[in-house]
């Protein structure tokens, strides 16, 4: 017997509501950072660039959610722009650091102030526990996928038992 069972609404599902989230968020600060010259994925790297200094532009692509192609025009803007700056490496004259520049400082302290109150806006509704709360929740939700792609990657890439590879190998 078939089941009639019908599924929410896409609109009541999770992954809908968290999507409306993240793009309501994200447009908020595309507005904000337009003031200071700066795009999301720029603001992004620049962050990293201030916890980290000198990353790689490929761990820059992995932090701010962009492919390492769009990662080297964004340098390529920021440097052009005086944020970033690339630095030789003192141990590995081949390698290039990227490095925040005092205007680069500058720009991302006041960018920080406005997102920061971009995100006081949408926590608002919350209490201080609440926040936590979902702070968590998102966390363990994110770790839950990240977890299983790469257990459900690890595992497809494994031989089948048997000695069977698979159809046409």
Known sequence: MPDHTQLDPVQERVGYVLKRAQ??????MAAVLAGHGVTNAQYAVLSALQADPGLSNAELARRSFVTPQTMHEVIAQLERAGLVTRQTNPHHARILE????ARGEEVLAACHRDVLAIE???LAPLRPPQQAQLRAWL?????????TQ???HAQASQPHAGG???VGR
């Open 23 to 28: 793009q309501a968020l994200s447009t908020a």
């Open 98 to 101: 990227r490095r925040l520049t």
């Open 120 to 122: 006081q806006r949408m």
């Open 139 to 147: 966390t363990q939700c994110a770790q839950a996928l990240t977890t």
């Open 150 to 152: 790469h257990t459900a």
């Open 164 to 166: 069977d590879r698979g």
